[in-house]
């Protein structure tokens, strides 16, 4: 079975920075037909609170609103973060 992913999009890559859900929304939208999409996560401490976030990872809405997506949590000011990013 072949994992290439099918649709309207199949080649790009969206890199999902968005926080609120109107964000994460629309970038589910383009990895639903067919983006590759990684979710830039929010490094532990960091001064977001969760009700900016959306709260519990394992709610099924949370779930539900980030599927398709793959996740990475790097610390973007460090200088090996971007081969990382290279490299997903």
């Known amino acids: 079975m ?3 992913r099918k649709g ?3 080649g790009s890559t969206i890199l999902d920075a968005t ?3 109107s964000g994460p929304t629309a970038v589910l ?4 037909v067919g983006a590759r999409v ?4 929010i490094l532990p401490g960091a001064s977001w609170g969760d009700d900016m ?5 394992n709610r099924a809405d949370y779930e539900n609103l980030h599927r398709h997506k793959k996740s ?3 610390n973007m000011k460090e200088p ?6 290279e490299q997903s």
Not at 38 to 41: A, D, G, P, S
Not at 80 to 85: D, V
């Open 72 to 74: 990475l949590t790097s």
């Open 53 to 57: 976030l959306g709260g519990d990872h």
């Open 38 to 41: 990684i979710k830039l996560e």
């Open 80 to 85: 090996q973060a971007k081969l990382i990013l």
């Open 8 to 10: 309207l999009l199949p």
């Open 29 to 32: 939208t383009c990895a639903d």
């Open 19 to 21: 926080r609120v859900r």
């Open 2 to 4: 072949s994992t290439e």
